[in-house]
């Protein structure tokens, strides 16, 4: 009867009041309480008059009351009823609202933001029209566990012709890969790193539309190229005027063809300006060797790239008899959609990051949890009268549903509010521009409703199980039930809340310090006070010996070194071999960099033997291949089977009779590549393939310095695009996805803090109430404030341990894990886990004993009139 | 057993009888009615409160809270002054009832 809308809140008390009242007589006589109770119930006489009854007086009680337009409103509103009741409950106890929705909103907000991201993320290539019938191939090397996304120019065409499962075909080369080029309108320069080639056929797979021009006829002929929108403007000033004009790239001239929207952020292809395929030599010969090109292909519909690999099969083993490629040369395919998520390593990020939204959502509901039993005892009352009048269990718990709904309601409303006020911080520490207008997309709307249901339900259903499940009898005849169980699934919860605030505060600490760790290890080569410049045309690579001479005077620069890629990137992969080695010997896969004779002093590098490299007459000359200079490193001496001296005058060479050389030094290793991955065998080698340069400064006014270096730039090059950036910032860029991951762990560790605290405020006020009374005796009996505020918080102190405890393997389990991506990194200290045991500890004892506290120091003589 | 109908009947006028000059609650009203009748008249607990909130929608009571030790709050009602009149009106009713019935039912 208690569901009845026509029984109002004041009504249940009167009744519940008369029960207590019917029963505490009949006790009085003789009865036993449950005899009692019954005879109550059935005092209360027949359920349909009684219903009637109460109806027949309704109204005249809500016009009484003035309440009747709020209670018509209501009337039409869904679930108006439990929305009522839940309202009501929610205003009775403001302190506990407050606590669950804030908590509540941050968790949603989190989420929200993370959803967001997610929807970014997975949203990756997938605007392209035919997006699921796109592979790509890839090329599998048998030296390396994955698989190279280049591939030589004969396989798209060749697909495309003996495949009818392959519908088209495109090769795309990213020239911005390797080097900026210069583009040149008219009298003005830009440097561009988003330049590439590829197939006409490129606009028949992807779907990137046209602004200006045909994608049928586009990128046809040599010498043609495509502008985004974006770029046509900077260029023309308009879009539509682009078309015809004449752009010239690193000294070549071509005509625009056509102008295409800019490319999408979420597109793992990214490019500026896309020039013909034909403009290129490669275009002249399809060839198996020199794999550098991308190609995608287009699936014929219904074909599927399972059908391809089958049919790939004889194609390649006839390809390794006649064309004599290598037995263990392979071709894979990848589906588009998997290429940015599963290829380029986003996943795992992904995932991490949508676990901390769940966690730290689910540390939320797990305040609502522990809240709503713990006040069970206050609300028992009101469950047991609404049985008493007759109201079902189902009825009930579905009370407690829409109470937890509403809850979850008004924290949606605030934590989306939230999320829309975070959402720049966000995007700036997730590198990214989402919109939050994403989040009103049919689909992730049907997800944020599944969000709501889903926390409404994960904190509702506990509480309205053990709610409803209260006996009448007892409750009305105690006052107040407290399960054992109850209480020991609560400590659970905070046990478990607590476990998890401690694996992210132990997983930011780990991360901080490798972070850390990564700038003040020794890498082996100077970065501070270099300046990198990008040699990106003809004019500035030929400007490189008279710029020298023109600094040379310059007290404020130490010295200058052009190379093809700075440390942390030198990539290159060659293959080392002795006049020594037999013939049937493979060359041994090693790394080696093209750089000039300077790179070793300004690198700063360590010679353990010989000198560093001899001046060539002539640095923009290629050497003569049998005269090549090598700097080995110690790793390369131990592989060639050398010691440093003895390695010192041996002859060797990178790539077979084309740069026979000398070993001139031996350089104690460094490492070239990121700190990732161990150091490996690497030469360097004098030869003029520069893309970058190197100037090493004094380290005093580094700004007048660099705009010296400008001015001497401009006039040396005679107006090649100018760009620098510092070494140091390029090596900590290296580092930027764990930046991030440092920055995400930081915040999640706050938020996940915060909320379990706001959970142990609403428990701990809680308990300190249920122990009023015994705190008033004890202080009657002289116990000290001190050691009241001891007792309340020993319990609490308790719980936090036990997560600490719980947290610690996992903490280490997972950091351990992270950090064996990382061939150099710090160590897990014990004392990051004790320390992040400790402050979880220490934060949880300084939010109880604000609570204790207050308790401790009530009067006693109020304490034991409470109730 | 005092039939339903007669019961009922005499259900307003006792009320108010019983809560003129002394405001009382509930259960104490039934209780009183059940002494009063020797148990004959027996009024459920569904039927007396919405009978009470009737009357107070009448404005013959009103009702106020009281703050109870160790339970919930409980619910009092008072006569209003048109209730004592009621009561009067009620009063005048019955004595002619009774005048009328009392010869006429004498044994």
Known sequence: MGRRKEILPDDLDELEQHVRDEVASMVDAGYTSEHAFRQAMVQMGDYGEVEEAYRRVYWGKLRRQGLVGTTLILEFAMLKNYVTLALRNLARYPGYTFINVAGLAVGIACCLLILLFVQDEVSYDRFHEHADRIVRVTLRVPDMDRELEVTPTIVAPLFKRTFPEVEDAVRYYDVGRFRAVTVR????????SGFVHADSTVFNVFTFPFIAGSPESALVRPQTLVLTESTAMRYFGDGQSALGRSVSVSGTEYEVTGVIEDVPANSHLQFDIMASFTSTHWSQREQWGSANFYTYLLLAPGATAIDLRTAMKGLLDRARSEMGLPPEFDLGLQSLSDIYLVFMGRQRFVNLLSAIAALILLIACVNYVNLA?????????EVGMRKVLGAYRGQIMRQFFGESALMVSMSLILGAGLAVFLLPFFNDVSQKSMAFGALLEPRMLLITVGLLVLVSLASGIYPSLVLSGFRPASVLKGGRTTTGGNRRFREILVVFQFAVTVVLIVATTVVFRQLQFIQTTDVGFDREHVVVIPIAD???????PLLRTSLASNPAVVGMSAMTSIPGEMRGGYGFSTPGMSESDDALHIAASPVDAHAVDVLGLDLLAGESFRLPPDELARPDSANYQYVINESLVKLAGWTPESAVGQ???VSGPNRMGTVVGVIRDFNFLDLKQDI??????????????????????????????????????GG?????????????????????????????????????CLGLVGLASFTAEQRTKEIGVRKVMGAEVRSLVFLLNQNMTKLVLAGAVVALPVAWY????????????????????????????????????????????VDPVVALRYE | MISRTLATATLKPMVLAILDGQPSYGYRIIARIRDLSEGRIEWTTGTLYPFLHGLENEGLVESFWQAVENAPRRKYYRLTPSGEKALETERQQWQQVNAMLAPLLAV
């Open chain 1, 185 to 192: 309108v008219g009298d003005e320069a830009w440097q561009e």
């Open chain 1, 373 to 381: 039993t713990a006040r069970s005892t206050r609300r028992s009352r």
């Open chain 1, 538 to 544: 003809r004019a500035a690579f030929r400007s490189i």
């Open chain 1, 651 to 653: 002859r060797m060479t």
């Open chain 1, 680 to 717: 490996q065998p690497q030469a360097l080698f004098v030869e003029p393939e520069f893309n970058v340069l190197l100037i090493k400064l004094a380290g005093n006014d580094t700004a007048g310095t660099i705009s010296d270096i400008q001015r001497v730039w401009r006039e040396t090059t």
């Open chain 1, 720 to 756: 090649s695009p100018w760009e620098y950036s510092f070494l140091d910032d390029e090596y900590r860029a290296f580092y930027d996805a764990e930046q991030r991951l440092g920055r995400i762990f930081g915040a999640a560790s706050l938020l996940a803090i915060l909320i379990a």
């Open chain 1, 814 to 857: 997972v950091m351990d894990a992270w950090l064996s991506g990382f061939a150099y990194r710090t160590e897990l200290s014990w004392w990051i886990f004790a320390g992040a045991g400790l402050s979880a500890a220490v934060i949880a004892w300084a939010t109880v004993s604000y609570q204790s506290v207050r308790a401790a120091t």
